[in-house]
């Protein structure tokens, strides 16, 4: 063994990796304090009257668990089922349930409340439980397991009138769309989290948030994405790729030649890239596909290139042009500036439109935000909440996939417009924060280091 030379500097170094160490190192304890702008106002995953939205998918991840998962590069992981496999005698699945599981009530996860909660969200699926195992036959069966990691599909059960679930934490305050407090579980099944709480207060405008962050009483806040590039010139901002579509949608199907002229018009009036670096701040990237390309690699065959002069030419083709209204949600403050742009860009074309607060309008501006890193099952998603007819697959390749979207648009139902980045600001005692490329958090590994003086 060689010797220092200098042996009291060779100790102080030993000293001094070892604290750099103990700082760095993960550690257990700590509430993380959380501010979010939307306003949640119900946990049960099947509640299909709550609107699709990326916060209230994080809220759920939380609480429940789902029988697979999906990971940072899309790939399936075993989650509260340790494996799965076909059986093309029945056109069904098998999941081979993880054993040990319970419930935050300390009750054990059976295969009998396991059918019991997929069917309250599927109710045309047929489900039966076995000893260790639950057998699905469903529609569409292929995607089965990339179907089971969706959010609607986590497994909750009813306890004391409240719905439980699985997941790393679980609810100890709820104040429907004010605030929740989640409390670690110590019995996790998949390990207890560093967090010991999380507290997370709703509806919150970005002027308050930035207050609460500023003088310490919040660690991670949502920024809208328009004002991300502005918080990234002074703070710690992390973004997820283009997950959310915002897309104008017709309430009927086309009903004349004429009117396909129209709405066709009203597509190429839109300068999307303009829409995108004035209105949005590049918060996103311009759109004339429903799955973003860094999903498919295939978007850029549907061009999104603004085209007034054809536009007008269309509109000059019709004798008697419709006049159209236009209806979005009023409590979002964006939308309200990107149907402005719209109406601006669709008069400029010799289109009739303009903002209606009506309960049917005849287009209505929509956020919808990707609900799957499988390119088909996201299709498949959209098309549904949208109620759009079912996307036809004939396989599973990006042909495959690009002629099913392709004939969604065919049919002139929806007019996408941007894919918008989800954009949260994150304290730096925020340690091993980590988000999935469609915005999911990965709160269970994430730890708090103490803030410096």
């Avoid at 639950?134 to 986590?154: E, F, G, K």
Wanted: negative net charge; glycine residues 4%.
């Amino acid at each position: 063994m060689k010797h220092s030379r200098y042996p009291s500097i060779a100790i102080s170094s030993i000293l001094l990796a070892t604290v750099a160490s103990a700082a760095i190192r993960p550690h257990y304890g700590g509430t993380l304090r959380v501010q979010m702008q939307a306003a949640i106002t119900s946990l049960d995953p099947a509640d299909a009257s709550q609107p699709e939205t990326l916060a209230r998918r994080n809220l759920l991840g939380l609480v429940f668990d789902t029988l697979v998962r999906v990971n940072r590069h899309g790939q399936l992981e075993p989650g509260l089922a340790l494996s799965w496999q076909s059986e093309p005698a029945s056109q069904g699945w098998q999941f081979a349930l993880r054993p040990g599981v319970r419930f935050s009530d300390g009750s054990l996860m059976t295969p009998e409340l396991v059918a019991a909660s997929l069917a309250r969200a599927n109710p045309t699926w047929k489900i039966s439980p076995q000893e260790t195992a639950i057998v699905i036959q469903a529609d569409a069966t292929s995607n089965l397991p990339s179907d089971l990691a969706l959010a609607h599909n986590s497994i909750a059960r009813s306890a004391s009138g409240n719905l439980i679930g699985t997941g790393a934490f679980t609810a100890s305050a709820w104040d429907p769309g004010k605030k929740l407090v989640l409390t670690a579980r110590d019995d996790y099944w998949d390990g207890r989290p560093f967090l010991d709480s999380i507290e997370i207060e709703m509806r919150k405008n970005l002027h308050d948030e930035t207050i609460a962050y500023q003088l310490g009483q919040s660690q991670l806040i949502e920024i809208p994405p328009e004002q991300a590039h502005h918080a990234s010139e002074s703070r710690e901002l992390r973004t997820s790729k283009p997950i959310e579509l915002v897309a104008l949608l017709f309430t009927r199907e086309v009903q004349s030649p004429d009117e396909a002229k129209q709405r066709k018009a009203l597509s190429l009036s839109i300068d999307r890239d303009q829409l995108n670096r004035v209105v949005l701040q590049n918060g996103g990237d311009p759109a004339a596909g429903l799955l973003p390309d860094w999903l498919t690699g295939y978007a850029f065959l549907f061009p999104h290139i603004a085209d007034m002069a054809r536009a007008q030419q269309l509109r000059a083709e019709v004798p008697v042009a419709h006049a159209w209204t236009l209806g979005f949600d009023t409590n979002d403050a964006l939308a309200r500036v990107i149907a402005d742009r719209i109406v601006l860009n669709a008069n400029d074309a010799g289109l009739r439109l303009q903002i209606s607060n009506q309960a049917t309008p005849d287009i209505r501006l929509v956020r919808v935000p990707l609900a799957s890193l499988d390119p088909q099952v996201a299709l498949n998603q959209l098309a549904k909440t949208l109620q759009l007819s079912a996307p036809r697959f004939l396989g599973t390749t990006s042909d495959d996939i690009y002629h099913a979207e392709n004939a969604l648009l065919q049919s002139q139902r929806v007019v996408p417009l941007v894919h918008l980045r989800a954009a949260w600001v994150v304290s730096k005692t925020v340690m091993d924060w980590e988000n999935t490329p469609d915005g999911m958090w990965r709160l269970p590994d994430l730890w708090l280091a103490p803030a410096k003086p």
